[in-house]
Every structure is written in structure tokens, then in C-alpha cells.
């Protein structure tokens, strides 16, 4: 098993770090600067920075923002939110981003992708996407969606943009496939039925994606307890758990989040003293 990554994630919202539930209901969890150095410092394999609010506001990322945490963090740092031209990705990544991160764009124009990978390499290029669950009747014909089998009952993943604002009638587990082929070197995969409640990822979202991609997945969306972490990286496959409310509200330690893990005999990589 390769190592597993622990990556906390800043959504960023007129200037503070925010946590909402199902992408709304935004409670502040504090400035960005001082929370990335205190994840930095606590041994975070990696950082993602969302300014959640870009697309739907249809603005450019605060750029500021990002070079300030660039500049004092020392783990890589992904960005996304906002970012639709490749002009647009060439100033994060030249500000101090390691990654950048596209839903909305990548969704309304998938060559963004590959036009970026050929420019950037895969490695900096990461696809987001935003699934939600819609179930289906048992007897029905789905068409060309593809159906996953859930405790709750058969149903596809759709993906939404814009912040989790509107539907596109896309297959999540489709596009994600997609975006692999187009040159993405990750998908952070985010649950909106999950988001922010801490009742744990989605599973089978999560594993279906997994098991059709041959990418890294960042799991996203519901972390609430330990076993979620676990849970996410082995039943549902994920390379890698992003965390926010249970880091940002000091429900649960990085070191408390490894420790734990590598007890579970999963490989996990702790900071250096």
C-alpha cells in the first residue's frame, strides 16, 4: 500500500477560512495565513486552498491570499476557485501554487484540462469534482449513467459547479474518466451529500471513482470521526483524506489523525522534528 496522505483544506471566503455544511451555512474558522502555518507546522502532507465563492461570483482568485500562504508554508499547496484561462493558472502557479484545481472550467471547457497539462504537466493539474447522489427506480432504464448500488438504494453521481449551485446532468464517475484521458494528474473528489455533516465520505462514490481512474483520489466531503479517515482509504480506496471541519474546529490533531492511522497498519509519513 503506498503512502497515504492527510491534506487539510482552507475554503476561503472575503478573507477568512470558512467550514459550511453541504456547501452552505459558511462558519468562519479563522485567517488563512495563521491556519496554514499551524497545519504546516503540524505536519500536514498537503494543503488545498478552495476560494469558494470565485466561480459562483464569477472573479478572479484572491491572488494576494495565496502568495502570502506560498510564502510561509514549506508542504505542497494546491489552489483552486475561479481559475477558468490558462492565464489564470499560470498566476497561481507562478504566486507560489504547487497544483491548481478546476471544477467549474474544466466542466464548461473540458480541453482546459489537456491544454493546461501539455502546458504545466499532469503532475500540477487537478480535476475537482462535485457529486451528488440521484437515486433511481430499481426498474428503471438509466440510460448512460452509471449506477451505483448504495445502502440507500441504486443512483448515479451527478456533478454540480459553481460552488455546488447548479446541476449539469454529467456523470461524476464519466467525467471523471474523462478528465484522466484529457491529462489531470488528481481528482479531489468531493461528496455535497457528505460535505461538512461529519457523518463520514461517501463510499461508494468515492470507491466507484477510484476503482475507474488510474489517479490519485483525494477524498472529500464528511470526515468527522477517525474511522472515516480509515474508512475512506481503504473501503473506499481514496490515495489521500482532505479534512476540514474536525481539523479547523480541534475536534481531532494531525499527529492524532497519523497516529491512529498507522496504527490501523496504514502507511502514513509524520514531520520531521
Known amino acids: 500500500m503506498s503512502v497515504k496522505r492527510i491534506v487539510p483544506c482552507l475554503d476561503f471566503n472575503k478573507g477568512r477560512v470558512v467550514k459550511g455544511v ?16 499551524a497545519y504546516d507546522e503540524a505536519g500536514a502532507d498537503e494543503m488545498v486552498f478552495l476560494d469558494v465563492t470565485a466561480s459562483h461570483e464569477r472573479r478572479g482568485i484572491m491572488k494576494d491570499v495565496v502568495k502570502k500562504i506560498a510564502d510561509v508554508i514549506s508542504i505542497p499547496f494546491t489552489v483552486g476557485g475561479g481559475l477558468h484561462t490558462i492565464d489564470d493558472i499560470n498566476s497561481m502557479l507562478t504566486v507560489g501554487a504547487d497544483k491548481v484545481s478546476m471544477g467549474t472550467a474544466a466542466v464548461n471547457n473540458p480541453n482546459i484540462i489537456k491544454e493546461a497539462s501539455e502546458i504545466f504537466g499532469s503532475q500540477c493539474i487537478v480535476s475537482a469534482i462535485d457529486g451528488k447522489r440521484i437515486y433511481v427506480d430499481p426498474e428503471s ?20 459547479i459553481y460552488g455546488g449551485r447548479k446541476p449539469t446532468g454529467i456523470d461524476a ?22 460535505d461538512g455533516t461529519q457523518m463520514g465520505y461517501d463510499i461508494p462514490l468515492t470507491r466507484t471513482i477510484s476503482e475507474n481512474v488510474n489517479l490519485p483520489v483525494v477524498a472529500s466531503g464528511g470526515a468527522g470521526t477517525l474511522e472515516h ?43 520531521k522534528e
Not at 432504464?141 to 456533478?159: L, M, N, S
Not at 464519466?174 to 484521458?181: I, N, P, S
Request: aromatic share 10%.
Open 141 to 160: 432504464k438509466p440510460g448512460d449513467r452509471i449506477i451505483v448500488q448504495t445502502e440507500e438504494g441504486p443512483c448515479w453521481f451527478e456533478v454540480w
Open 22 to 37: 453541504k456547501f452552505v451555512n459558511l462558519r468562519d474558522a479563522g485567517d488563512p495565513v495563521e491556519c496554514a502555518i
Open 229 to 271: 479517515i480509515y474508512e475512506g482509504l481503504t473501503t473506499g480506496k481514496a490515495d489521500a483524506a482532505l479534512i476540514a471541519s474536525i481539523a479547523h474546529f480541534g475536534i481531532y490533531t494531525i499527529s492524532e489523525i497519523k497516529e491512529y492511522l498507522r496504527d490501523k497498519g496504514i502507511p502514513v509519513r509524520f514531520k
Open 173 to 194: 464517475v464519466k467525467f471523471a474518466k474523462k478528465a484522466e484521458e484529457l491529462g489531470a494528474g488528481e481528482i479531489l473528489l468531493t461528496s455535497m451529500d457528505r
